[in-house]
C-alpha cells in the first residue's frame, strides 16, 4: 500500500529556494541529462528591470546579480508579445548580440535554450531558462515534459516570493506615509534604496540577492550590502546611519546571512 516513494517529497521540508531548484534540475538529469542550466530572472515593473534570482547549474553563475531593462531586450519582448516560450535550438543566432548576458552564456559554451515566461493572475512576474550544451535537444517530447516541470518551479518561486512581497508592500506604505508627512524625508528613502542597488557586486548569497531585490527598505538594505561589501571597520563608518536607523543592525553585523 505505501510502496511507492515520492520523489519529490524533500520539496515539502524547509529548503532554501536555491536548493530546491537544484533538487529538481537533479531529477530532471536523471530523466534528460542534457539540461545543464535552470535559472529564473524576476521583472521589477517599477524598474522595467529583469534581474537574475536563482540558478542552478554544474559551473559558476554567469550572471550573478545580473539586471537588464527589458525594453532593452527585442528578444524576451517578443516573447511576451506572442504569448507562448520560445525555443531556441541553436544559440549561434544570437552570435551578433552585444547583449552582456548573451556573452556570458556564450562563454560557458550552452547551444540551446528554453525559455518560459512566469505570470501570477495574468500578470508578468519574470522568466525561467532551461539551457543545455547540446544543440536541436529541446524536441517536443522533452518541452512536454520541460512544461510540466517550468510550471512547478514557477509555483516554488512565487510562493518563495509572496511573504517578502507581502513586507515589501508594508514598508512601502509606510515609507509612503512618511513622504507626505516629511517629503525630504520620503525621497531620501528613495535615493538611499536606489544607491542600495549600485554600490552592490557580486558575489552575493541568494539572502543578499534578495535584499537587492528589495533595496527600497532603505537603511536595512543599504547596511546589509555594506556589511558584505566592505571591510569590518569600514562598513561600520559607512553604515553609521543604518545603524542608528534599525536596532536589529548589529545582529546582522555579528553574522547574520
Known amino acids: 500500500m505505501f510502496e511507492h516513494q515520492d520523489v519529490l517529497a524533500a520539496l515539502n521540508g524547509k529548503l532554501p529556494l536555491p536548493e530546491k531548484i537544484t ?18 530572472a524576476i521583472y521589477d515593473a517599477k524598474t522595467d528591470l529583469l534581474k537574475t534570482f536563482v540558478h542552478s547549474s554544474d559551473d559558476e553563475n554567469p550572471l ?17 508579445k506572442v504569448g507562448r516560450p520560445r525555443v531556441v535550438n541553436d544559440l549561434n543566432i544570437f552570435s551578433n548580440v552585444q547583449a552582456e548576458h548573451a556573452r556570458r552564456l556564450s562563454a560557458l559554451q550552452y547551444q540551446s535554450s528554453y525559455t518560459m515566461p512566469m505570470f501570477l493572475n495574468g500578470e508578468f512576474f519574470g522568466f525561467l531558462f532551461f ?4 544543440k536541436n ?6 518541452l512536454h515534459y520541460l512544461d510540466m516541470v517550468g510550471h512547478l518551479l514557477s509555483l516554488l518561486v512565487i510562493h518563495n516570493m509572496s ?14 506615509i512618511t513622504l507626505h508627512r516629511d517629503f525630504e524625508t520620503g525621497a531620501h528613502l528613495d535615493r538611499m534604496s536606489n544607491y542600495a ?51 536589529g543592525a548589529p545582529a546582522v553585523a555579528a553574522g547574520d546571512p
Not at 23 to 40: A, C, N, P, Q, T
Not at 64 to 80: C, N, P, T, W
Open 64 to 80: 550573478v546579480l545580473y539586471s537588464s531593462k527589458l525594453a532593452d531586450s527585442a528578444s524576451m519582448i517578443e516573447i511576451l
Open 137 to 142: 535537444v529541446f524536441v517536443e517530447s522533452t
Open 197 to 247: 542597488r549600485l554600490i552592490h557586486a557580486p558575489p552575493f548569497s541568494f539572502a543578499v540577492s534578495i535584499q537587492l531585490h528589495h533595496a527600497d527598505v532603505p537603511e536595512w538594505g543599504v547596511f546589509r550590502i555594506f556589511v558584505l561589501q566592505f571591510p569590518p571597520e569600514e562598513c561600520l563608518c559607512r553604515g553609521q546611519f543604518a545603524l542608528s536607523g534599525y536596532g
Open 163 to 176: 511573504t517578502s512581497r507581502s513586507l515589501y508592500a508594508i514598508v512601502k506604505t509606510a515609507a509612503n
Open 131 to 134: 539551457n543545455s550544451r547540446r
Open 23 to 40: 533538487y529538481v534540475h537533479g531529477l530532471l538529469k536523471e530523466r534528460f541529462d542534457f539540461i545543464d542550466r535552470i535559472s529564473v
